[in-house]
């Protein structure tokens, strides 16, 4: 079974709208974390945001916010007020127990575009 | 800021070749990975490392295999190219414990096997 789900392929929105990029995960873990990455045409991998499986309320970093449902195991990634910059490439990622060796697990992506 | 050097952005070698991929971290990383990422199939591990010579096998570690002599330095080596090993290839560091576990990325090696 894969333990992170994107089921968007590809997502549009218009600049300066509000935008959901759905992520589903598994595992029997009680302690995990999630991630999202985002990665420009150019290539890098950029690291947006990080949501503990044991904090109570999600995790914001500036335009971005992660939607927590731990009982939906779902972790969807909200970008408010689009830009034309993010178009890009974006990454659900969970790291099982504890943090050691920090082996990620990567989802699909969803490729964003933003309409001008 | 952390940073991870990825030793080419793009490569193009022969079928058979023995290939070397360099990446160098600058932040005293104690774990690196080396992911190899195709369309649709998101990232997935080929070997990770979370000290000096100590190496982990990820989900496709078949045609690979790595060097850590140097805590900086993680290689990927691939024996013998074949042209399914075409794709890019992205190494990434992160710290052994910290709370999180967010992994810092190259920028990633295009690499075109003929």
């Known amino acids: 079974a894969q333990k992170i789900t994107q089921t968007q392929p590809g997502m549009f929105v218009q600049e300066k709208e509000a935008v959901t990029l759905d992520c589903t995960y598994d595992?029997?873990?009680?302690?995990?974390?999630l991630f999202w990455y985002k990665q420009p045409s150019s290539g890098e991998m950029i690291f947006l945001i990080y949501q503990g499986s044991y904090d109570e309320q999600n995790a914001t970093e500036g335009r971005y916010s992660l939607n927590f449902q731990k009982a939906r195991k779902s972790a969807n990634l909200v970008i408010s007020a689009s830009q034309l910059g993010d178009s890009a490439m974006y990454f659900c990622?969970?790291?099982?127990?504890?943090?050691?060796?920090?082996?990620?697990?990567f989802g699909t992506g969803t490729r964003l575009t933003v309409i001008p | 800021d952390v940073k991870v050097t990825q030793s080419s952005r793009y490569l193009v070698k022969r079928t058979g070749e023995k290939v070397f991929l360099e990446c160098v971290q600058d932040?005293?990383?104690?774990?690196m990975f080396w992911y190899r990422q195709d369309p649709g199939l998101g990232l997935r591990l080929i070997y990770f490392?979370?000290?000096?010579?100590?190496?982990e096998k990820g989900d496709i570690p078949e045609g690979y295999s790595v060097s850590r002599e140097k805590k900086e330095r993680f290689s990927l080596i691939l024996e013998s190219a074949s042209t399914n090993q075409t794709s890019m290839y992205l190494c990434?560091?992160?710290?052994?414990?910290?709370?999180?576990?967010?992994?810092?990325f190259g920028d990633g090696t295009r690499l075109s096997i003929l």
């Open positions: 990622a969970m790291r099982e127990g504890q943090t050691g060796a920090n082996n990620l697990f």
């Open positions: 595992t029997s873990d009680q302690s995990y974390g």
């Open positions: 932040m005293d990383h104690e774990n």
């Open positions: 490392s979370y000290d000096v010579k100590m190496k």
């Open positions: 990434a560091s992160s710290l052994y414990g910290s709370s999180r576990g967010a992994q810092h």
